[in-house]
């Protein structure tokens, strides 16, 4: 059965003193348990209540204090919209179940009455907007926030009448209680005893008063979670949008430590990247609270020999430290000096973890004289921010990895580009001429004798020159997966100095710049591949030759550099070098004047290569120039041989390890190198 008449309007035209006010659900449930505590409290006599539920769900939370108020009365009555498993049916106390779209769904009804005490509660919901509309306009769906208009009256008249309109409406809702409905009438709705004053306010307004400042509280812890909410959420909306502003690590951890600092109110807050294994790290982001507290940036951070870094790496938990003066939860006797001299009394260690991996390290201190009790909300605020700081670490790490990959892949690509310009052009034209001379012999049986060979020298040079780029490009790819032999012993670098000359000049070039070695005689030998060594000088020599002018030089130096190495200079005053490509020109394929508009012949691979067996023979190579035209120097060093005693043997042992001694025997008998001046059968073979 579905009522559509209000309680509440049938009650104000009964009593027309009655004025409405308007409530909040805060204040209708305080209202509602004092007056039901001062039921249970046994102020009111043998009472009839009468509480009317807008819903199921509210009435549970209530019931059990229906339950203990049926103990002291048989006319409990209580009506409410059934969700689940409400339905009318006597028990303790009489429930009546109503429709959903009855009146009753939208008020809220208490009324108690007994022989010297009487309360009515009657509201009805306000609703200035549908709840579909509410959420449309943005508005707070909070439950506090819901508002009634009603009457809250001791008065016995309104409360009796209010108890009327109540029981007529079960009576129509439930007929078979139409006996007790009528006996509860006789027996309630009657004017007060006289000679019995009404009962003392005083409860009441005690147990009104407790619930209203149970609600305050409730109402200031929540204000307190949403504040510390709010300070989490700018905290980490801070550190996102230092994220999105750069993923540069130093700036994130900049923001970080100053606005968690700042947050937390701490004396002293540290944010650090370091690793599980790292013995020490230097301090450089830290946030101060005021100019009393010691400044530790710069300082070395001790973390291996620290007790507390030491437990969060073994549990990958944030670790909070009450009072430094207790060993509780760890014992930091062992860092009484650290402490001292900072002034750490309560410590807190958060570290910033991603996937299992420690990447750095949130630390708070306070420095004040009385311990801190660190809470469970703070540090809940400062593991969120660890957490924000991995994620942005990680991303950090995989923008420098995609720009690394991507640098190589556009290397990748220029080197794709030059292999095909350059192999293209490199291999056109000698094979175009050398097609161009057998046609000329084959088409010509009657050409003269001098001009035959001439064909037949030129077709021979450029066979020679592809043979020579097919030479490098092997050289290059052995070199680049390591699968060369090295055969290392101690040589003379003069006579290797004086090899690559002799090659440079047999290539019977018309016009070559001056050439001079300054190579001392008494400098110490190196620890090398002959063959490989006079290869670096041979196109070393070539390159500075093919930029410089005839009119110019190469000079060829040599000295100790350091000690263990040797290092080799050959400089010339030709073109020279921009110093933006002084790293440059040791890639593959380079080329300073392009692939096809060069003025110099050569494939690029001449550098890389020199670069590679250097590397392969322990040593360094580099160029230096002041600039287009100032001429350049090439510079790589050798590991110099090894002192040699003995009075054995003199042959050389070389090896096929790049780092092996190579003067030992099989024996472990130690061999003298070749005397200076003898050169070995590998050099004798060069120079044939």
């Known amino acids: 059965m579905s009522i559509q008449a209000s309680v509440l309007e049938e009650l104000l035209k ?19 348990h004092a007056m039901e505590d001062q039921v249970l409290a046994a102020g009111v006599r043998m009472p009839l209540v009468i509480a009317s539920f807008q819903r199921e769900r509210f009435y549970r939370q209530e019931s059990h204090r229906y339950e203990r108020i049926a103990a002291l009365t048989p006319h409990i009555y209580v009506l409410a919209a059934p969700e689940t498993s409400f339905m009318s049916e006597s028990k303790e106390y009489e429930t009546i179940a109503f429709d959903s779209d009855d009146q009753l769904s939208r008020e809220w009804h208490l009324v108690v009455l007994g022989q010297n005490y009487t309360a009515c509660l009657v509201c009805q919901e306000r609703q200035t907007l549908a709840p579909s509309e509410q959420e449309t306009a943005g508005l707070p769906a909070m439950d506090q926030t819901r508002r ?40 309630y709705l009657v004017e007060a005893v006289p000679g019995l004053s009404e009962v003392d306010p005083d409860p009441f307004a005690q147990r009104l008063v407790t619930y209203l400042q149970a609600g305050q509280y409730k109402l200031l812890k929540a204000y307190r979670a949403m504040s510390a909410q709010e300070r989490r959420e700018r905290l980490v909306n801070l550190i996102t949008s230092a994220m999105r502003r750069s993923l540069d690590p130093n700036e994130i951890f900049k923001v970080a430590v100053e606005e968690l600092g700042r947050a937390m109110q701490v004396c002293r807050c540290l944010v650090y990247r370091c690793k599980a294994t790292d013995a020490t790290v230097p301090i450089i982001y830290e946030s101060l609270s005021s ?10 951070w001790p973390l291996q020999e620290n007790p507390l870094f030491q437990a969060v790496v073994q549990q990958l938990e944030a670790i909070a430290v009450v009072d430094t003066q207790i060993a509780q939860p760890v014992d930091l006797s062992s ?32 420095c004040r004289q009385e311990p801190y009790g660190w809470s469970h909300d703070e540090m809940g605020l400062v593991e969120a921010v660890a957490t924000q700081l991995g994620v942005a670490l990680i991303q950090s790490e995989s923008y420098a990895n995609l720009e690394d990959l991507n640098q190589q892949l556009e290397a990748l690509e220029r080197t794709r580009s030059n292999l095909i310009a350059i ?45 020579k780029l097919i030479q490098d490009f092997i050289t290059l790819s052995r070199l680049e997966s390591g699968r060369v032999q090295w055969h290392l012993e101690p040589i003379a670098l003069d006579e290797c100095v004086d090899l690559a000359v002799s090659s440079i000049r047999s290539m019977n070039r018309e016009e070559l710049p001056q050439i001079r070695a300054q190579v001392p005689l008494e400098l110490p030998q190196v620890q090398a591949d002959g063959e490989r060594v006079v290869e670096v000088l041979s196109k070393l020599l070539d390159n500075a030759c093919k930029f410089t002018n005839p009119e110019g030089e190469v000079v060829i130096e040599a000295k100790t550099n350091g000690g263990k190495m040797l290092e080799i200079t050959i400089t010339d005053t030709g073109r020279g070098i921009e110093p933006n490509r002084l790293e440059t020109v040791f890639d593959r394929f380079y080329q300073e004047e392009g692939a096809l508009r060069r003025t110099a012949g050569g494939t690029g691979l001449g550098l890389a290569i020199c670069r590679q067996i250097i590397k392969g023979l322990g040593g360094q190579i580099w160029a230096e120039s002041a600039g287009r035209d100032q001429g350049s120097q090439f510079h790589f060093t050798l590991p110099i041989a090894p002192a040699v005693v003995g009075n054995s043997s003199q042959s050389s042992s070389p090896t096929n390890r790049p780092n092996s001694t190579p003067n030992s025997g099989q024996n472990g008998q130690v061999v003298e190198p070749p005397p200076k001046g003898r050169r070995s059968s590998r050099k004798r073979a060069a120079l044939g």
């Not at 009964?14 to 509602?32: E, G, V």
């Not at 009634?148 to 007929?175: H, M």
């Not at 100019?291 to 070395?300: E, R």
């Open 14 to 32: 009964s009593s027309p003193q009655l004025r409405p006010q308007l409530y909040f659900k805060a204040s209708l449930t305080a209202l509602s």
């Open 335 to 366: 860092l009484d000096l650290l402490v001292d001299r900072w002034q750490i009394r309560s410590w807190l260690m958060v570290p910033v973890i991603y996937q299992g991996r420690l990447l750095g390290m949130v630390e708070l201190h306070h």
């Open 291 to 300: 100019a009393a507290v010691k400044s530790v940036v710069g300082q070395s």
């Open 148 to 187: 009634f208009e009603g009457v809250w009256t001791f008065d016995r008249q309104a409360s009796c009448t209010a108890a009327r309109i109540l029981l007529d409406r079960i009576a129509l809702y439930r007929p078979e209680l139409r006996a007790k409905i009528e006996q509860a009438k006789t027996d």
């Open 423 to 467: 192999t293209g052009h490199e291999l056109r034209t000698p094979l175009s001429t050398i097609q161009v001379c057998l046609e000329s012999l084959a088409s010509e049986p009657d050409m003269p004798p001098e001009l035959r060979q001439v064909m037949l020298n030129t077709a021979m040079t450029d066979a020679d020159r592809m043979r």
